[in-house]
């Protein structure tokens, strides 16, 4: 028997990622090591350490790892304005593709996406709103 609601909400997710993918900016390793004036090997390992201490995230699409560019600042160092929500996000259970698709999203406590807001206080308003209802 086919599952219809699994194979509808794999299309659903496949086309919400396909909508990110295309439509929000991000970098890959090669576009990273290049704005950080590195070696690919060296901007991996920067992701990974940045990853394990929960203050980036980064999604894999088309086999290739994609960065959300907002969570960087113009030298690609990690935007301060963002870290907090990133870490509470990624502690609050949320994946990177999760994460993405909440920060490009309208939210409804503070009436814009959370990336027009970056810099402000309704930024944290957004995050504590979801982690702590």
Sequence with gaps: MLDRVAVEQARLVRLARDYLAANELSIDYDGLAE?????????????????????????????????????LDEVFDLDERVIGAVESLVMFGMNGWAIWQWF??????????????????????????????
């Design 35 to 71: 704005g950080r004036a590195s070696t690919v090997l060296a901007a991996r390992q920067w992701v990974k350490r940045q990853r394990g201490a929960g203050r980036l995230f980064v999604v894999d699409y088309g086999g290739r790892s994609l960065i959300p560019s907002f969570q």
């Design 104 to 133: 490009t999203s309208e939210n409804p406590w503070i009436n814009a996406r959370p990336i027009e807001v970056i810099g402000t206080d309704e930024l944290a308003v957004a995050v504590d709103q979801l982690v702590n209802g």
